[in-house]
C-alpha cells in the first residue's frame, strides 16, 4: 500500500476491483465503513460477482474476469476526452511531456520488437529521445505528437464504452457511470483510493492491471494524496516483509537485485546501477545503490566481506534465467532435475496451480522437508484419500521430513502489514510438544552444515564457512539481535564526510537509520529500507503510542514504517508546484520557504525546493511513469490480452492467445483447454471465515464454513439441470473435483462480444488434511501458467466445464 | 494516550485493595466497582497479558492474548483467551471471524508436536528426535550440493548455482526468521527461492 489501512477514512471514492475487502479484510474494510459514515464517501465495486464488498457498495459494475485492463483504459479515455485531468499533477510530476524515440509503435495488439519464437520483445524503441545535454527532452506544453501523453491518448483511443462492453462485458451505461464518478476525483479536492488484490495480480497480465489503475490514479492525481493511492492489500500477515526482505528468487533484501551470470564481476554488475538523473537536479535515490548493496553484503559475511574481494560479489549465486520462480521449479521438479525441496509455512499441493502436476513433481524428490505448525496436504501428498488424494504411496519415493514449528502465539519479532507498519509482537504460550521456533530450525540446518563442511571440505564452502553467524547462542539467533542486523551497524567509526572532525557513529553503534549507509564497507545492514527500526533509540517496531495529532490517521508513533517511517510513500505530490496542498483540508507536508513539514515525514529531502526537484525521487525522472520505457515485459502502455483460457477469443487480436510474451512451458500449453470443450469462465476466491488452508484445522472456523462448494448462477443452473446443494462435477483440461453446488444471484451471466459467458466461482478453503470436511480447491484446476513480469499464476482466470453428479468417495 | 499502562496492571491496581475506591473515584458505581472489583481481575489479573497481532490477513489486528504462566520468564504458558486490542489503531479492539477464533488455532488438534519421518514408499510416518531430522537434513543437502553444485559456467564465470534443491520460505513468520532463512539459504547457493508472495 501507498497509504495506511487508517488513511483509507480520508478518501472521497473508494474503489474495489480485483479485491473484496469486506470479506477477505474485514477490519481495514471498517475504514471504508467510516469514510462513508464521515466523509461521506462513495464505493464503487466491479467484480464478476456480487460480492459482499459490493452488498454496501454505492455502485455496482459486473466485468469478466482478466478484463480489467480494457475497463480502466476505457476510463483513462473517458477522462482525457472529457477532460477530467489533474493537469497541473499529470504535467508537473508524471512524463506526460517526455518525447518517445521514433521507432516506437503500437498495432495489431503488440508492441514495436515483438519476435514470435522468443515470445519477448526487443525493448530497445522503449524509450524516451535523450537530448545533447544527457537528459530526456520533454514539451510542457504536450503538443509534441511523440509526447507520452499524446502516445497514450491514441494508445487509449480503441478502448470506447462499446468496446469496454464488448470485452468486459459490463453494460455500457454501468461502465459510464463508473467512469463518470472516478472522473469526478480529477478535482485537486477529490481523491479517490484503489484497494486490490489477487484479483488483479492472478493474471498472466496481473502486473499491468495495477499498472493501469496507477496510470489512472496517477492522471487524476491521487498519488501521494490522503485518502488516495494504490493500496495493495496484501494476502498473508508477512507477505509485505517477505517480499522486503526479499525472498524471492531474483531479489536481495530491499528490492536490490540477485546478479545474473551476464554480470561476470562487480562493476559489471554496478555498471547498470548508476541511476544518473534523466532531468536536471533530480535525486534519482537509487543513486545510493552500491551503499545498500554493499552494507548487506558486510551483513552477510563481515570480514570476509572487503573492498580487494568486492565485497563478496562471487559469494552470490548468479542466475542463467529470469528467475527459478515456483512455476519454473515445479516444471523442473517434474522432468527430474530436482532432488529436494524445503516448504517452510507453505503448502504447495494445495496453493500451486495444476494440483496433479504438483503432486507429481513432489513424487520426483528423494526428499521433501516441511516446517509448520501443522499437518499439511503437502507433507502428506503421498497418502491416499480417495477421491481427494487418489494417490499409489507405495510408489512414491520421496522421504518426508517433517518438523514441527511454532506459531504466532510462541514467538517473538516483527510483521509488516500492507501498510508497511513493521509491528512488533511478543510470545505468549509455550510451543506444543517439541515443535520449535523457526530461528531455531535454520540455526540448526545452517550449524550442522557448516560442520559438515569444516570436517570433510567440499564444493565452495567459502560462503558458508563465512557467513557471518555471531550470534550470543548460535544455535538460535534471537529476534533482537537479527532485527538489529537488519537496521544496521558502523562497523567502524563514522565521519561526517565534509568534516572529518565530527563522528557521526561510533563503531559498533546502530545507525540511526539509511541515509548513514556507506559503500566502502564501513557499515553493515541486512535490509537498507528496514534501518531505523531498531536504534540506539531502541526498538521503534515496538512503540505504542496511538496519538494521531488532528485525526489525519498517520500514527506516526505507533510502530515503525518503512521507509524512516512514512506513512504515505509520494507524500511530496500531495502539494502543488509551489509546495501547497492541493487540498488544504487533507495537508500531508508543505514547503515554508524553507523547509518541508507536516504530519508524515516528507517524501523529498526536506530542504529540496519544490519548483526544482520532483517527487518520485527512486525513479532517475524525478516523476512517475505513464509509459514505463522498457521496464515492464509486456509493454510500455497496458494493452488488453485474454487470459490463456478464455471464453471468447482476443477481439483486439484475434490469433494472440494470452499474454504475448508470459513464458509458458511446452508440457502447458497442451493443458490448456479452449471455450468449445471447456464453455464456463471458472475463478477462485475466498471466504470471510477462512484463511487459505489454515483455518480449516480450526473447529471454529470449520463449524461456520464446514464444506466446499462451488458457485453458479440461476441461469447456467438451469441450463445444466444442477440443483441447489446438489453434487456437481466441475472439471478443466487439467483436473476434475465435485462440490456441492451454490446457485445464486450472485453470479449472472455476462454478455461479452455477443455471447453469453457464465462465471463459475470457486472457493479454495478445503483440502484432506484438518477438521472441515475433505474437499477440493480451485487448484486441482487452474493453469500452469504466470504473469509476464512476475510469474504470479493465472489462478483468477480459466476454463471449466461442469455437469450434475454423485458424491464423491473417500468423505 | 499512551497505553504503556496495560489492562491487566490497571487490573492489579484496581484489584489491590483500594478497589472500591479507585473504581469509584474513575466513575464506576458502587455495585459495578465491587463486582469488578473481584469478576475481572479474577478472569484477567491472574493471566499474563501479551501484545501480538493476527496472524491470518495483513491487515494485521492488534491482539491481547491471555495465558496461564509466562513464558518471558521461562514458565510454561497455556493460552488461555484472545481478544482484539482496543488500543491498536487499525482496528480499535475488533477482529473479524478469523481473528476472534484464534485461541482454536493455536490449540488446534492438528497442530505438529514431533518431528516425523516418512521413509520412501512407506504408507506412514514415524517418529523421529530432533538430532536425526536435523542430521539428516544437514547431510543430504550437503550431498546433494557437493553432487550438483554449479561454481562456474561454461565461459568460467563464477556463478555459485545449486539448482537441485530449493526452498520455499513462509508469508506468516517474522522479518527476523525471514532474514535468518534468506542468510543461510543463500549462502549456500540456493537460487529456487521463493515466497508466498509470488503466487
Ligand atoms: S482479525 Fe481478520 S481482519 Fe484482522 S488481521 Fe486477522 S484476519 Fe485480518
Known amino acids: ?811 | 494516550m499512551n497505553m504503556e499502562l496495560s489492562r491487566r496492571s490497571f487490573l492489579k491496581v484496581a484489584g489491590a485493595g483500594v478497589a472500591g475506591t479507585t473504581l469509584g473515584s474513575m466513575g464506576f458505581g458502587d455495585a459495578e466497582a465491587a463486582v469488578a472489583a473481584h469478576v475481572r481481575p479474577f478472569k484477567l489479573a491472574t493471566t499474563t497479558e501479551t501484545r501480538n497481532t493476527c496472524t491470518y490477513c495483513s491487515v494485521a489486528c492488534g491482539i491481547l492474548i491471555y495465558s496461564k504462566g509466562d513464558v518471558r520468564k521461562g514458565e510454561t504458558a497455556v493460552i488461555t483467551h484472545i481478544e482484539g486490542d482496543a488500543d491498536h489503531p487499525t482496528n480499535r479492539g475488533t477482529l473479524c471471524p478469523k481473528g476472534a477464533a484464534l485461541k482454536d488455532f493455536v490449540h488446534a488438534p492438528t497442530r505438529l508436536k514431533y518431528p516425523m519421518i516418512r521413509k520412501a514408499g512407506t504408507d506412514k510416518f514415524e517418529r523421529a528426535s530432533w538430532d536425526q531430522a536435523l542430521d539428516r537434513i544437514a547431510r543430504l543437502m550437503k550431498d546433494d550440493r557437493d553432487a550438483n553444485f554449479i561454481a562456474k559456467n561454461e565461459k568460467g564465470v563464477p556463478v555459485n548455482r545449486w539448482t537441485t534443491v530449493g526452498f520455499l520460505a513462509a508469508s506468516a513468520t517474522s522479518n527476523e526468521t525471514a532474514y535468518a532463512t534468506y542468510k543461510v539459504v543463500r549462502s549456500a547457493g540456493i537460487v529456487a527461492f521463493d515466497n508466498q508472495a509470488r503466487v
Open chain 1, 1 to 811: 500500500m501507498t497509504n495506511a489501512w487508517t488513511d483509507i477514512k480520508n478518501s472521497d471514492l473508494v474503489v474495489v476491483m480485483g479485491g473484496n475487502a469486506a470479506e477477505a479484510h474485514p477490519c481495514g474494510f471498517k475504514w471504508v465503513t467510516e469514510a462513508k459514515a464521515h466523509r461521506g464517501a462513495k464505493l464503487i465495486v466491479v467484480d464478476p460477482r456480487y460480492t459482499r464488498t459490493a452488498s454496501v457498495a454505492d455502485y455496482y459494475a459486473p466485468i469478466r474476469q482478466g478484463t480489467d485492463i480494457a475497463f480502466l483504459n476505457g476510463v483513462i479515455k473517458y477522462c482525457i476526452d472529457n477532460d477530467k485531468v489533474q493537469w497541473e499533477y499529470t504535467k508537473n510530476f508524471t512524463n506526460a511531456a517526455y518525447i518517445v524515440k521514433d521507432g516506437f509503435g503500437y498495432k495489431d495488439g503488440l508492441f514495436t520488437g515483438y519476435d514470435e519464437t522468443k515470445r519477448d520483445y526487443d525493448r530497445s524503441s522503449w524509450d524516451y529521445v535523450i537530448g545533447d545535454d544527457g537528459f530526456a527532452v520533454v514539451d510542457m506544453t504536450l503538443q509534441h505528437p511523440r509526447c507520452v501523453w499524446n502516445l497514450l491518448k491514441e494508445h487509449v483511443s480503441i478502448y470506447t464504452p462499446e468496446m469496454v462492453e464488448r470485452i468486459c462485458g459490463t453494460p455500457k451505461d454501468k461502465f459510464l457511470k463508473v467512469a463518470e464518478m472516478m472522473a469526478e476525483c480529477s478535482s485537486p479536492t477529490k481523491n479517490m483510493t484503489s484497494m486490490y488484490a489477487l484479483g488483479w495480480t492472478q493474471h498472466s497480465s496481473g502486473s499491468q492491471n495495477i499498472r493501469t489503475m496507477a496510470m489512472l490514479q496517477l492522471i487524476l492525481g491521487n498519488i501521494g494524496v490522503r485518502g488516495g493511492g494504490m493500496n495493495a492489500l496484501r494476502g498473508h500477515s508477512n507477505i509485505q516483509g517477505l517480499t522486503d526482505i526479499g525472498l524471492l528468487s531474483h531479489l536481495l533484501p530491499g528490492y536490490l537485485n540477485i546478479p545474473t551470470e551476464k554480470e561476470v564481476d562487480f562493476p559489471t554488475y554496478m555498471s547498470t546501477r548508476g541511476f544518473k538523473p534523466l532531468r536536471p537536479g533530480q535525486t534519482s535515490y537509487w543513486q545510493n545503490y552500491k551503499k545498500f548493496f554493499v552494507s548487506f553484503q558486510k551483513a552477510m559475511w563481515g570480514a570476509a566481506a572487503t573492498p580487494e574481494n568486492n565485497f563478496a560479489y562471487d559469494y552470490l549465486p548468479k542466475l542463467d534465467v529470469p528467475a527459478y520462480d515456483v512455476l519454473r521449479i515445479f516444471e523442473m521438479m517434474d522432468e527430474g532435475k530436482v532432488n529436494g525441496y524445503f516448504c517452510q509455512g507453505f503448502n504447495p499441493v494445495l496453493a500451486f496451480p495444476n494440483r496433479g502436476k504438483i503432486t507429481r513433481s513432489l513424487s520426483k524428490l528423494k526428499w521433501l522437508v516441511t516446517m509448520d505448525p501443522l499437518e499439511t496436504e503437502t507433507s502428506h501428498f503421498w497418502e491416499n484419500h480417495g477421491d481427494y488424494n487418489d494417490v499409489d504411496t507405495a510408489s512414491i519415493q520421496t522421504e518426508v521430513i517433517q518438523l514441527p514449528t511454532t506459531c504466532f502465539a510462541e514467538e517473538e519479532g516483527s510483521l509488516t502489514n500492507s501498510g508497511r507498519w513493521i509491528q512488533w509482537h511478543w510470545p505468549a504460550g509455550s510451543p506444543p510438544g517439541e515443535a520449535q521456533h523457526d530461528n531455531w530450525i535454520m540455526g540448526q540446518i545452517f550449524l550442522r552444515m557448516r560442520e559438515l563442511y569444516r570436517k570433510e571440505g567440499g564444493a565452495f564452502p567459502d560462503p558458508i564457512l563465512n557467513l557471518s553467524w555471531d550470534y550470543a547462542n548460535p544455535q538460535e539467533p534471537t529476534a533482537e539481535e537479527l532485527a538489529k542486523e537488519i537496521n544496521g551497524r558502523a562497523i567502524t567509526q563514522l565521519t561526517d564526510p565534509t568534516d572529518p572532525t565530527k563522528v557521526q557513529v561510533e563503531a559498533g553503534k546502530l545507525l540511526v537509520n539509511f541515509s548513514q549507509l556507506r559503500d566502502d564497507g564501513s557499515t553493515s545492514s541486512g535490509c537498507w529500507i528496514y534501518s531505523g527500526c531498531w536504534n540506539e533509540h531502541g526498538n521503534n517496531m515496538a512503540r505504542r503510542d496511538n496519538h494521531d495529532p488532528d485525526d489525519t490517521g498517520a500514527y506516526l508513533n505507533w510502530t515503525f514504517a518503512w521507509p524512516l517511517n512514512r506513512r504515505t510513500l509520494y507524500n511530496r505530490a500531495s502539494a502543488d508546484m509551489n509546495g501547497k496542498p492541493w487540498d488544504p483540508a487533507r495537508k500531508i507536508i508543505e514547503w515554508d520557504g524553507s523547509k518541508w513539514s507536516g504530519y508524515d515525514v516528507p517524501d523529498i529531502a526536506p530542504t529540496a525546493k519544490p519548483q526544482d526537484v520532483g517527487p518520485f525521487i527512486m525513479n532517475q525522472e524525478g516523476v512517475s511513469r505513464l509509459f514505463a520505457r522498457g521496464l515492464m515485459r509486456d509493454g510500455p502502455f497496458p494493452a488488453h490480452y485474454e487470459p490463456f483460457e478464455t471464453p471468447i477469443p482476443n477481439v483486439l487480436n484475434p490469433k494472440i492467445r494470452g499474454n504475448p510474451v508470459a513464458r509458458v512451458f511446452q508440457n502447458d500449453v497442451k493443458q490448456f483447454g479452449t471455450a468449445d470443450e471447456f464453455p464456463y469462465a471458472a475463478t477462485s476466491y475466498r471466504l470471510t471465515e477462512h484463511f487459505h488452508y489454515w483455518t480449516k484445522h480450526n473447529p471454529v472456523n470449520a463449524a461456520l464454513q464446514p464444506e466446499f462448494f462451488v458457485e453458479i448462477s440461476e441461469e447456467l443452473a438451469k441450463e445444466k439441470g444442477i440443483e441447489l446443494g446438489g453434487w456437481v462435477r466441475v472439471w478443466s483440461k487439467r483436473g476434475s473435483i465435485k462440490a456441492k453446488a451454490v446457485v445464486t444471484k450472485r453470479i449472472r451471466p455476462l454478455m461479452c462480444d455477443g455471447k453469453a459467458v457464465h462465471v463459475v466461482g470457486i472457493p479454495l478453503h478445503w483440502g484432506f488434511m484438518g477438521a472441515a470436511k475433505k474437499g477440493f480447491g480451485p487448484n486441482s484446476l487452474t493453469p500452469f501458467v504466470g504473469d509476464a513480469n512476475i510469474e504470479t499464476p493465472e489462478y483468477k482466470a480459466f476454463l471449466v466445464n461442469i455437469e450434475p453428479t454423485t458424491a464423491p468417495v473417500g468423505v
